[in-house]
C-alpha cells in the first residue's frame, strides 16, 4: 500500500541530515566483550559479512564468529577436556587468516582450520563427556545438542580445537579473529576481485544481493565518482554487518556517516558526495561556481516558500565521535573523540555518534563531526521555488549548486534582494511546465568559498594513539608473530549429514537435500474453457424470434417485418465470425422502411454468421432500450471462390472468357447483388434454383489507350447448368475453387 | 494512444520517487503491462519541450529533452478502461533486506544449542 502524503518544506533539514539527533546513544558497537561465553548461531538469524581492508596497517575487524557445532570429550584418566567448534567466519570467501589473528578470549591458543563453502575441520559434532576415574574431578557441563552440521554454502569457515585441564573455566569462553582482509569483492575502482575498505563496494553488493534493484536502475558513473571520493578521503568502512536492517535505512544512514548522500536521479540510484568535490575527489575548499542564477524572471506567481532551521536544531554543541581504534595485531577497542568549536558548547549539550563498527581512522569520525558542526553553524534556512520550465529543465540535478537572486521592493529607491547560493535538494518535473526546485541554504565566505567544505577538510582528529592496556601476554600459547596461514581443511558433506540429493542449493540457501522443496515451475494461466453459463432471470427472460435462419449468400436480402417485430424500438444487425465468436456491428436501424428492417448482405460477411437483434425502447433504463430478442441468425455465408463455366453477357456480345477479357484491361470480380436463374433472369438468392452472378467491372477504353472509363454489370451465367437443367430448378452442380484468379490486359499500359 | 503522467522527481530523500502513468487500457495495454510487471521489464519515459505554434502537422525534429526516467512497473490499478502505472525501483523503504542471507537448515543443519 501507497500512502502519499505532501512533502513539508519542514521536513528537509531532517531529510538533509542538517538535524539528525541519534534516536538513542549507547555503548559503542566495538565494546564487545572477550571472555563471555562462547554464542552459538541460530535458524534465521543473518549470516554476518566481514567487510574489511587492512591498508598501510590500518583497518580490519575484530570479530566473534558464532559456533554451529561442537564436539566435547574428556580423557578417562585426567578429565582433560578437548573443545572442538565449528564457527562461521563470514559470508564470501576470506584470505587465509594467519595464526597470530586468532583468540580465545583475549589469547591466542588453540589449533585452527579456515575453508570456504564447506564445513571446516574433520570432527564429528557431539558429546562424548564420559567417566572420569581422577579423583575430585569437574564434572563438565556442555551442551548436550551439539548441531548436526550442513553445507555452509558461500561461507568461510572456522574449526578451532583446543585442550582445556581439569577445572579450567576457560574452555567455554568466546572466541575471536582479527580480520586484516575481510570477503572478497569486485572492487568498483579497479574492477579487481578482492577485499575492500570501500563503502560503495559494500553497498553495491548489498544492493545486488537484495535483488531489490535492478542493475539497470545503478547509476554506475556516479557510483564511481563516490567511490572515489571516500578513497581519496580516506573514509573507509571496516566492519562487519550482522544486524538485520533495511536496506534503503542501512544506506541512507551510514552514508551520512561518509559524507555521501543516497539519490534518485532519472529513476537511477547512486550516491553523492555531501561537499563540493574537485576533479581528484578531494574536498574543495575553493571557490565554488554555481551552475544558474534563478531570478523574478524565472519564478512563478506564489513560487517562493522559505523555512528556517529552528533554533534547536543551530544552537551549539559538541560532538563525541566514537570511533575503532585497531592495533595491528591485537584487539580493536572503541575511542572517542569530542569535536566542538573553539569556546562554544564547552560543557554541552552533547550529542554521540557511534562509528565504531566501520570507522578505524580518527580522522574520519572528525571529518564527519566537522561537517555535522558547520551545518548546524552555517545553514540558515531551506528553500523551494516554482519556476517556469528553461534550460535549466535538463542541465539541473541533485546537489548541484544555484544561486537566487530576488529583488525585494521594500523601499522607494532602495531595493533589497534575497541573494544567496544555494545547493539543489529535490527537483519536481511537472508536465504542466512548471519546476519546483527544494534547496538548502550553501553557504560561502567572501571569496565565494564554502564554509562546510572548508570546515570539513580543515578538521583532523588530534592523532593519538592509547596504548591498549594490555600488559600480560603470557595467556598466548600460539605466537603473536606467526604469520602462517591457517590450514585449509574440512568435509564437503560430513557423513553425519544427511544430503538427500538435491539441487545443492544457491547462495541464498536454498531448496537442496532434505532440509528445502522447489515446487515445479509455474504453469501459463489459461483462460475459462466453458461458455458463459449464467442462469436465467425469470424477470429479464426474453422469447428469442427465428424470422430468418440457414443458408444464405451474398446479395441475398434478410428482413424483419413490423408483423413480427411490431415495438417501437430498434434493430441492429451483427456479423459474428464464425472461428473466433468475434461480433462486430454492422448496422442500427430505428425505423422500418416499407414494413421491414432490412439488411442487404455484402461480401464483407463472407465466414460469418448474421444475426438481428430486436430491442423495443424502454426508457427506464440506461440505453433507452429494454432487454434484447435474437430475430434472426443466418448460418456462415460462404466464401466467394465459387466459379462457373460461364459466358459474359457483354451487351450483344457473347464470347467465352478467355476470349473476352483477352481485350479488356484490369478488372475487378466480385459476387453481384443478385442471383440469376436458369434462363439468365434475375432471382432472389433466397429463391429455389438461384445461381450466384459475378460482377465484373472493367477499365478500358479501346480507342485511347492507357486512359481508362469503366463499364460494369455483366453477369456470369453457368452454362453447363443452363443447358441441362431444363426448367427453373437446378440440380446441385460441383463448384470449382480457386485461390486467385487474374486478369490482365493486353495493350501496351 | 494518449495518455497522461505526472512530474518526475529527483530527490536525495529516501523514497517518494515514483512516477505514475495513466495509459487507455485497450487489449494491446493491457497484455504489454501484464508483461512488464510479470517479467520486471523495465519502462522508459522521457519529457520533451518544443514550440508547435505554426506547426499543425507534426512536431519538429528538434525538441528538447528536460526529464526522462527509468523504472520498473511496481503497482498497477485502474478500472475497465484506463490502467495506472506505478513506475520506480523496488528498493522497499519498510521491511529488513540486509545482510542478504540468513542461517537455514540447509546452511547450518540443526545448530549448537546453548
Given at each position: 500500500m501507497t500512502i502519499r502524503i505532501a512533502d513539508p518544506l519542514g521536513l528537509l533539514a531532517a531529510q538533509n541530515g542538517v538535524s539528525d539527533a541519534p534516536a538513542v546513544e549507547a555503548a559503542a558497537a566495538a565494546a564487545d566483550s572477550l571472555n563471555s561465553a562462547q554464542m552459538a548461531a541460530s535458524i534465521g538469524e543473518p549470516v554476518p559479512i566481514v567487510f574489511c581492508r587492512q591498508v598501510s596497517s590500518n583497518g580490519g575487524i575484530f570479530v566473534s564468529p558464532k559456533a554451529t557445532e561442537a564436539r566435547y570429550e574428556n580423557a578417562e584418566s585426567t578429565n582433560v577436556l578437548t573443545v572442538s567448534l565449528m564457527l562461521v567466519l563470514s559470508e564470501g570467501s576470506l584470505a587465509t587468516v594467519p595464526i597470530k589473528d586468532v583468540f580465545q578470549g583475549a589469547c591466542r591458543k588453540g589449533t585452527w582450520a579456515q575453508t570456504y563453502d564447506r564445513r571446516a575441520g574433520t570432527w564429528t559434532p557431539g558429546n562424548n563427556i564420559g567417566s572420569t576415574t581422577l579423583s575430585g574431578a569437574t564434572i563438565w557441563d556442555c551442551p548436550q545438542y551439539c548441531g548436526t552440521s550442513g553445507r555452509y554454502d558461500n561461507m568461510t569457515t572456522l574449526s578451532y580445537i583446543n585442550t582445556f585441564d581439569d577445572a579450567d573455566t576457560r574452555w567455554d569462553n568466546q572466541v575471536h579473529v582479527f580480520v586484516r582482509n575481510g570477503m572478497q569483492v569486485t572492487r568498483i575502482l579497479d574492477d579487481s576481485l578482492g577485499p575492500s575498505n570501500n563503502f560503495i563496494d559494500l553497498a553495491l553488493y548489498l544492493i545486488r544481493q537484495s535483488s531489490q534493484i535492478a542493475e539497470t536502475l545503478i547509476d554506475t558513473t556516479g557510483m564511481t565518482a563516490a567511490a572515489n571520493f571516500t578513497n581519496a578521503n580516506s573514509?573507509?568502512?571496516?566492519?562487519?554487518?550482522?544486524?538485520?536492517?533495511?536496506?534503503?535505512?542501512?544506506?541512507?544512514?551510514?552514508?551520512?556517516?561518509?559524507?555521501?548522500?543516497?539519490?534518485?536521479?532519472?529513476?537511477?540510484?547512486?550516491?553523492?558526495?555531501?561537499?563540493?568535490?574537485?576533479?581528484?575527489?578531494?574536498?574543495?575548499?575553493?571557490?565554488?561556481?554555481?551552475?544558474?542564477?534563478?531570478?523574478?524572471?524565472?519564478?512563478?506567481?506564489?513560487?517562493?516558500?522559505?523555512?528556517?532551521?529552528?533554533?534547536?536544531?543551530?544552537?551549539?554543541?559538541?560532538?563525541?565521535?566514537?570511533?575503532?581504534?585497531?592495533?595491528?595485531?591485537?584487539?580493536?577497542?572503541?575511542?572517542?573523540?569530542?569535536?566542538?568549536?573553539?569556546?562554544?558548547?564547552?560543557?554541552?549539550?552533547?550529542?554521540?555518534?557511534?562509528?565504531?563498527?566501520?570507522?578505524?581512522?580518527?580522522?574520519?569520525?572528525?571529518?564527519?563531526?566537522?561537517?555535522?558542526?558547520?551545518?548546524?553553524?552555517?545553514?540558515?534556512?531551506?528553500?523551494?521555488?516554482?519556476?517556469?520550465?528553461?534550460?535549466?529543465?535538463?542541465?539541473?540535478?541533485?546537489?548541484?549548486?544555484?544561486?537566487?537572486?530576488?529583488?525585494?521592493e521594500t523601499a522607494v529607491g532602495n531595493p533589497g534582494f534575497h541573494d544567496y547560493i544555494y545547493e539543489i535538494e529535490r527537483i519536481e518535473k511537472t508536465t504542466g511546465g512548471a519546476c519546483v526546485f527544494t534547496l538548502t541554504h550553501f553557504p560561502i565566505d567572501s571569496q565565494q568559498r564554502s564554509l562546510?567544505?572548508?570546515?570539513?577538510?580543515?578538521?583532523?582528529?588530534?592523532?593519538?594513539?592509547?596504548?591498549?592496556?594490555?600488559?600480560?601476554?603470557?595467556?598466548?600459547?600460539?605466537?603473536?608473530?606467526?604469520?602462517?596461514?591457517?590450514?585449509?581443511?574440512?568435509?564437503?558433506?560430513?557423513?553425519?549429514?544427511?544430503?538427500?540429493?538435491?539441487?545443492?542449493?544457491?547462495?541464498?540457501?536454498?531448496?537442496?537435500?532434505?532440509?528445502?522443496?522447489?515446487?515445479?515451475?509455474?504453469?501459463?494461466?489459461?483462460?475459462?474453457?466453458?461458455?458463459?453459463?449464467?442462469?436465467?432471470?425469470?424477470?429479464?427472460?426474453?422469447?428469442?424470434?427465428?424470422?430468418?435462419?440457414?443458408?444464405?449468400?451474398?446479395?441475398?436480402?434478410?428482413?424483419?417485418?413490423?408483423?413480427?417485430?411490431?415495438?417501437?424500438?430498434?434493430?441492429?444487425?451483427?456479423?459474428?465470425?464464425?472461428?473466433?465468436?468475434?461480433?462486430?456491428?454492422?448496422?442500427?436501424?430505428?425505423?422500418?422502411?416499407?414494413?421491414?428492417?432490412?439488411?442487404?448482405?455484402?461480401?464483407?460477411?463472407?465466414?460469418?454468421?448474421?444475426?438481428?437483434?430486436?430491442?423495443?425502447?424502454?426508457?427506464?433504463?440506461?440505453?433507452?432500450?429494454?432487454?434484447?430478442?435474437?430475430?434472426?441468425?443466418?448460418?456462415?455465408?460462404?466464401?466467394?471462390?465459387?466459379?462457373?463455366?460461364?459466358?459474359?453477357?457483354?451487351?450483344?456480345?457473347?464470347?467465352?472468357?478467355?476470349?473476352?477479357?483477352?481485350?479488356?484491361?484490369?478488372?475487378?470480380?466480385?459476387?453481384?447483388?443478385?442471383?440469376?436463374?436458369?434462363?439468365?433472369?434475375?432471382?432472389?438468392?433466397?429463391?429455389?434454383?438461384?445461381?450466384?452472378?459475378?460482377q465484373i467491372i472493367n477499365y478500358y477504353r479501346p480507342t485511347k489507350p492507357c486512359e481508362t472509363i469503366t463499364n460494369s454489370g455483366f453477369a456470369f451465367q453457368d452454362h453447363v447448368a443452363n443447358e441441362s437443367c431444363g426448367g427453373d430448378d437446378w440440380d446441385a452442380i460441383d463448384i470449382p475453387f480457386v485461390q486467385s484468379y487474374e486478369l490482365f490486359r493486353t495493350d501496351s499500359c | 494512444m494518449p495518455f497522461a503522467v505526472n512530474g518526475i522527481t529527483e530527490t536525495s530523500a529516501a523514497g517518494g520517487q515514483d512516477l505514475t502513468v495513466e495509459i487507455p487500457a485497450t487489449n494491446s495495454v493491457v497484455s504489454e503491462v501484464e508483461a512488464a510487471i510479470n517479467n520486471s521489464r523495465f519502462v522508459e519515459i522521457q519529457i520533451y519541450e518544443f514550440n508547435s505554434t505554426g506547426n499543425q502537422s507534426a512536431p519538429q525534429s528538434t525538441q528538447t529533452l528536460i526529464a526522462e526516467f527509468t523504472g520498473q512497473v511496481q503497482g498497477l490499478s485502474g478500472n475497465f478502461t484506463r490502467l495506472e502505472l506505478e513506475l520506480g525501483s523496488a528498493l522497499a523503504p519498510v521491511g529488513a533486506q540486509v545482510p542478504p542471507r540468513k542461517y537455514n537448515s540447509f546452511l547450518i543443519g540443526a545448530p549448537l544449542r546453548k
Amino acid at each position: 500500500m501507497t500512502i502519499r502524503i505532501a512533502d513539508p518544506l519542514g521536513l528537509l533539514a531532517a531529510q538533509n541530515g542538517v538535524s539528525d539527533a541519534p534516536a538513542v546513544e549507547a555503548a559503542a558497537a566495538a565494546a564487545d566483550s572477550l571472555n563471555s561465553a562462547q554464542m552459538a548461531a541460530s535458524i534465521g538469524e543473518p549470516v554476518p559479512i566481514v567487510f574489511c581492508r587492512q591498508v598501510s596497517s590500518n583497518g580490519g575487524i575484530f570479530v566473534s564468529p558464532k559456533a554451529t557445532e561442537a564436539r566435547y570429550e574428556n580423557a578417562e584418566s585426567t578429565n582433560v577436556l578437548t573443545v572442538s567448534l565449528m564457527l562461521v567466519l563470514s559470508e564470501g570467501s576470506l584470505a587465509t587468516v594467519p595464526i597470530k589473528d586468532v583468540f580465545q578470549g583475549a589469547c591466542r591458543k588453540g589449533t585452527w582450520a579456515q575453508t570456504y563453502d564447506r564445513r571446516a575441520g574433520t570432527w564429528t559434532p557431539g558429546n562424548n563427556i564420559g567417566s572420569t576415574t581422577l579423583s575430585g574431578a569437574t564434572i563438565w557441563d556442555c551442551p548436550q545438542y551439539c548441531g548436526t552440521s550442513g553445507r555452509y554454502d558461500n561461507m568461510t569457515t572456522l574449526s578451532y580445537i583446543n585442550t582445556f585441564d581439569d577445572a579450567d573455566t576457560r574452555w567455554d569462553n568466546q572466541v575471536h579473529v582479527f580480520v586484516r582482509n575481510g570477503m572478497q569483492v569486485t572492487r568498483i575502482l579497479d574492477d579487481s576481485l578482492g577485499p575492500s575498505n570501500n563503502f560503495i563496494d559494500l553497498a553495491l553488493y548489498l544492493i545486488r544481493q537484495s535483488s531489490q534493484i535492478a542493475e539497470t536502475l545503478i547509476d554506475t558513473t556516479g557510483m564511481t565518482a563516490a567511490a572515489n571520493f571516500t578513497n581519496a578521503n580516506s573514509f573507509f568502512f571496516n566492519g562487519q554487518f550482522s544486524e538485520s536492517s533495511n536496506l534503503e535505512e542501512w544506506l541512507t544512514a551510514t552514508g551520512d556517516y561518509f559524507l555521501l548522500r543516497l539519490i534518485q536521479s532519472k529513476g537511477k540510484y547512486s550516491f553523492k558526495p555531501r561537499v563540493p568535490v574537485n576533479a581528484n575527489h578531494t574536498i574543495n575548499t575553493g571557490k565554488i561556481d554555481f551552475d544558474f542564477t534563478f531570478t523574478e524572471e524565472h519564478l512563478l506567481p506564489d513560487g517562493f516558500e522559505i523555512e528556517y532551521v529552528p533554533l534547536s536544531d543551530r544552537q551549539d554543541i559538541a560532538y563525541d565521535m566514537i570511533w575503532r581504534q585497531q592495533p595491528d595485531a591485537d584487539i580493536g577497542f572503541p575511542r572517542s573523540t569530542q569535536v566542538k568549536y573553539v569556546d562554544l558548547a564547552d560543557s554541552g549539550p552533547y550529542e554521540q555518534h557511534d562509528l565504531s563498527a566501520f570507522c578505524a581512522y580518527e580522522d574520519h569520525a572528525v571529518k564527519v563531526a566537522a561537517y555535522k558542526l558547520a551545518r548546524r553553524k552555517y545553514v540558515t534556512h531551506t528553500l523551494r521555488i516554482t519556476v517556469r520550465s528553461g534550460t535549466y529543465n535538463s542541465s539541473l540535478g541533485i546537489g548541484d549548486i544555484c544561486r537566487v537572486r530576488l529583488r525585494r521592493e521594500t523601499a522607494v529607491g532602495n531595493p533589497g534582494f534575497h541573494d544567496y547560493i544555494y545547493e539543489i535538494e529535490r527537483i519536481e518535473k511537472t508536465t504542466g511546465g512548471a519546476c519546483v526546485f527544494t534547496l538548502t541554504h550553501f553557504p560561502i565566505d567572501s571569496q565565494q568559498r564554502s564554509l562546510v567544505a572548508r570546515t570539513v577538510a580543515a578538521a583532523s582528529g588530534p592523532g593519538v594513539t592509547i596504548d591498549v592496556g594490555r600488559t600480560d601476554f603470557s595467556c598466548d600459547e600460539n605466537s603473536a608473530t606467526d604469520d602462517t596461514g591457517l590450514a585449509n581443511q574440512g568435509v564437503d558433506y560430513p557423513a553425519f549429514d544427511a544430503p538427500t540429493g538435491g539441487s545443492g542449493g544457491g547462495g541464498g540457501g536454498g531448496a537442496g537435500g532434505a532440509t528445502g522443496t522447489e515446487l515445479s515451475a509455474p504453469e501459463e494461466e489459461g483462460e475459462p474453457i466453458e461458455p458463459p453459463d449464467n442462469p436465467e432471470d425469470s424477470l429479464e427472460e426474453t422469447q428469442d424470434l427465428e424470422l430468418f435462419s440457414g443458408e444464405h449468400d451474398p446479395g441475398d436480402e434478410l428482413n424483419v417485418s413490423t408483423d413480427d417485430f411490431s415495438c417501437v424500438g430498434q434493430v441492429q444487425w451483427f456479423k459474428v465470425d464464425k472461428n473466433t465468436g468475434e461480433r462486430e456491428l454492422i448496422s442500427t436501424q430505428t425505423e422500418a422502411i416499407n414494413g421491414n428492417y432490412t439488411l442487404q448482405i455484402t461480401v464483407d460477411t463472407i465466414d460469418h454468421e448474421i444475426v438481428a437483434i430486436g430491442r423495443c425502447s424502454d426508457p427506464s433504463t440506461a440505453s433507452g432500450f429494454g432487454a434484447p430478442i435474437q430475430l434472426g441468425k443466418t448460418d456462415p455465408i460462404p466464401t466467394n471462390t465459387r466459379v462457373y463455366n460461364n459466358i459474359i453477357q457483354n451487351g450483344g456480345l457473347s464470347t467465352s472468357t478467355t476470349e473476352h477479357l483477352s481485350w479488356q484491361g484490369p478488372a475487378e470480380i466480385r459476387i453481384g447483388p443478385k442471383c440469376i436463374g436458369c434462363n439468365g433472369a434475375t432471382k432472389n438468392c433466397s429463391e429455389s434454383g438461384a445461381r450466384p452472378t459475378f460482377q465484373i467491372i472493367n477499365y478500358y477504353r479501346p480507342t485511347k489507350p492507357c486512359e481508362t472509363i469503366t463499364n460494369s454489370g455483366f453477369a456470369f451465367q453457368d452454362h453447363v447448368a443452363n443447358e441441362s437443367c431444363g426448367g427453373d430448378d437446378w440440380d446441385a452442380i460441383d463448384i470449382p475453387f480457386v485461390q486467385s484468379y487474374e486478369l490482365f490486359r493486353t495493350d501496351s499500359c | 494512444m494518449p495518455f497522461a503522467v505526472n512530474g518526475i522527481t529527483e530527490t536525495s530523500a529516501a523514497g517518494g520517487q515514483d512516477l505514475t502513468v495513466e495509459i487507455p487500457a485497450t487489449n494491446s495495454v493491457v497484455s504489454e503491462v501484464e508483461a512488464a510487471i510479470n517479467n520486471s521489464r523495465f519502462v522508459e519515459i522521457q519529457i520533451y519541450e518544443f514550440n508547435s505554434t505554426g506547426n499543425q502537422s507534426a512536431p519538429q525534429s528538434t525538441q528538447t529533452l528536460i526529464a526522462e526516467f527509468t523504472g520498473q512497473v511496481q503497482g498497477l490499478s485502474g478500472n475497465f478502461t484506463r490502467l495506472e502505472l506505478e513506475l520506480g525501483s523496488a528498493l522497499a523503504p519498510v521491511g529488513a533486506q540486509v545482510p542478504p542471507r540468513k542461517y537455514n537448515s540447509f546452511l547450518i543443519g540443526a545448530p549448537l544449542r546453548k
